[in-house]
Nanobody, 115 residues
Framework: QVQLVESGGGLAQPGGSLRLSCAASGSIRAINYMAWYRQAPGEQREWVATITSGGTTNYADSVKGRFTISRDNAKNTAFLQMNSLKPEDTAVYYC?????????WGQGTQVTVSS
């Protein structure tokens, strides 16, 4: 079993920055990739960014150039650096991890972008 705990959410002004962290604990061996998803009120959960165990990254078009996903394998932690935040980035952000045969979700952290 793998447990994921997100932190770093909060309130930011438009144009501001936040950094989210996702700490994985438990049996973290062979986690193939980690990702961030988000869900705005009344909307479906949507994919934001992915990073593989080898460091390959991919981003949704809506965040490309503004968000950066990274991973510290030694600390079993993934990060999402969010810059140039927009009100439409407001959502609950969820960490996701996958390995062969299993997927895991964190509990989510609220990000609100407002002046």
């Amino acid at each position: 079993q793998v447990q994921l705990v997100e932190s770093g959410g909060g309130l930011a002004q438009p144009g501001g920055s936040l950094r989210l962290s996702c700490a994985a604990s438990g049996s973290i061996r062979a986690i193939n990739y980690m990702a961030w998803y988000r869900q705005a009120p009344g909307e479906q959960r949507e994919w934001v960014a992915t990073i593989t165990s080898g460091g390959t990254t991919n981003y949704a078009d809506s965040v490309k150039g503004r968000f950066t996903i990274s991973r510290d394998n030694a600390k079993n932690t993934a990060f999402l650096q969010m810059n140039s935040l927009k009100p439409e980035d407001t959502a609950v952000y969820y960490c996701y991890a996958a390995r062969i045969g299993n997927t895991y979700w964190g509990q989510g952290t609220q990000v609100t972008v407002s002046s």
